[in-house]
């Protein structure tokens, strides 16, 4: 079924001497805000906990396929939708024998390229089986082409309710990895490494679903369901390490009457709000979330997923 509502969320999540989004740039240093010193989690990051929770659950098959995944060729994926849509495997052979011939034969091989008439099923294919196509939308025009697909959810960055400072550890590994390495160390196998976490942080994400993008992906209730599930879930099945204890604390979905919505989403956004309750605040109890679910506009539906 399709969805006929716009739906607005928030999400809050903390984490707890673990780093829950390291930037590579500046050596895996958990992410802030260089003016206000505020953590933050990219979109990207969110996105690729609720596709592995998806694949977990659903074991990687159709319709909840997961299109970007770790180790995926993603050309590899476009031609199997050409290869399923009826007269598309034509359009995977190499046109380069054809092209040499000139004239039509180039057009037409130019043409078999950028996958003729039949992007537009092979765009719907994608939509229909990989579950983060439909949902988060995906470039897929590289190499055989699938089309675009703007994707129906959106997320922010999380940003960390509080300025947050990264703790540098440093840890011993009591082997090395080659031979000679053994010897240059003298006998003495240990290493040294450093590690970075934030000692607590609460963070809040902001998200869009919308139904008009919704109806071009056919994402539908089930899928909006499994949303939330995911959102809710996904941290209990991506343990490290290095990530600590990072659990989801808050999900309110905010529910439009209508699929173009009946008030702005910051207005909504702001009826959520966590305040801390020490000075040094170091676990979920150190705060207070407040929810004005008071005198909501006309048309507007507050759902209380976690929290």
Known sequence: MSLNHRYDFVLLFDVKDGN????????????????????LVTDVSLKRKVRNFVGLLHGEQAPYEIYVKEKAILNKQHERAYQAIPGGAELLEDPKDEAKEGGKDKKEAAKKRKGGDKVEEARQWMCQNFYDVRTFGAVMSTGVNCGQVRGPVQLTFARSIDPVIASEHSITRMAVATEKEAENQGGDNRTMGR??????????AHGFVSAHLAEQTKFSEADLELLWQSLEQMFEHDRSAARGQMATRGLYVFKHEGKLGNAPAYSLFERIKAEKQTEVPRSFADYQVSVDEFNLPNGVQLLRKVG
């Open 20 to 39: 829950p989004n390291g930037d590579p740039d500046a050596g895996n240093l958990p992410r802030v805000d260089a003016e206000t010193g505020q953590g």
């Open 195 to 204: 590690k970075f976490t934030v000692p607590y942080g609460l963070y809040m």
